[in-house]
């Protein structure tokens, strides 16, 4: 799948002065996967990009994923949909949204011409079930299958490029992690004498294996140059605490740049404690990606 011409790529990179860093003899730079497509951003259209190359290859002309009512990948499969010419049908966690106003998330998802099939969490649960596949392609037709959050094998090879576009002297790369499909591939596209680093902004502590289980579907193994912090969630996927919002107040007036709360936020929060531990050695360089 070719790139469009509004996909910026590679995307920029930029070193943030921050004494926080700088005391420890630490670098660090914002690598801005979110100023990748405005409506493509950041790991999103690096994990569909692949994906989507199949989908054409395959002579598919429907894309079919899942996702809850707030999903980020909803919203970039419906956006790639429309940008490159599939329809798109989006599986929505929750019956009780039947009749409901939509939220923003999914008013752009149809505003995109994605189809909105709403189920109960009973059925969402069957959604790697291949005869729930096989009802789905009764009712919809034909489709490509895109798995919840977007992480697959050609994900996992469509983030394994990231690390090619950086050309400053670094030494870790570090993403929030979801699914771990994001970290798997950076991992796996590293030069060697380079780790990766994941925070994780779920609880649960299950993301080391959901990485390693990404990279042999994509690889055949598993690398041993990533890890992932899981102390840093403040109470799990979409939960704040008034110590991370106080955080990105603090980094948007330092810097001019707005972390999300749910996954920037917390990476950025993660990667300044770690560094006022003491936990980088000095002259580290470090990339952050903001993906959202």
């Not at 790697?128 to 094998?153: C, M, Q, R, T, V």
């Not at 996927?237 to 107040?249: G, N, Q, S, V």
Request: overall charge neutral.
């Amino acid at each position: 799948m070719s790139d469009s011409p509004e996909v910026r790529v590679p995307s920029p990179l930029a070193e943030l002065t921050d004494e926080r860093f700088a005391s420890r003899g630490v670098r660090l730079w914002l690598k801005r996967d979110d100023l990748i497509h405005p409506e493509l951003p950041g790991n999103k259209w690096r994990k569909l990009k692949h994906n989507l190359a199949d989908a054409r290859a395959g002579g598919h002309r429907t894309l079919l994923t899942f996702g809850g009512a707030y999903s980020n990948h909803i919203r970039a499969t419906a956006a790639a949909g429309a940008l490159y010419g599939f329809a798109t049908v989006g599986v929505i966690r929750g019956d009780e949204l039947v009749g409901r106003p939509l939220n923003p998330s999914l008013a752009f998802a149809a505003a995109r011409g994605m189809r909105l099939v709403f189920v109960d969490r009973g059925t969402y649960r069957r959604r790697a079930d291949p005869d729930f596949a096989a009802e789905l392609a009764a009712a919809h037709g034909d489709f490509f299958l895109l798995p919840e959050g977007g992480s697959n094998a050609a994900a996992v090879r469509g983030c394994a490029e990231l690390p090619a576009e950086i050309d400053v002297e670094h030494h870790v790369v570090a993403v929030a992690c979801g699914t771990g499909g994001t970290l798997a591939g950076i991992a796996a596209g590293l030069a060697p004498a380079r780790t990766a680093l994941g925070v994780a902004v779920l609880k649960g502590g299950f993301l080391s294996g959901e990485v390693a289980a990404s990279q042999h579907a994509a690889y055949g193994r598993a690398t041993a140059n990533w890890r992932v912090e899981d102390d840093f969630h403040h109470g799990g996927y979409a939960r704040t605490t008034p110590e991370l919002l106080h955080f990105i107040d603090d980094f948007r007036a330092r810097h001019g740049v707005a972390p999300d709360e749910t996954y920037v936020g917390k990476l950025l929060y993660a990667l300044t404690a770690l560094a006022e531990r003491g936990a980088f050695p000095p002259g580290t360089g470090i990339v952050a990606v903001k993906t959202g």
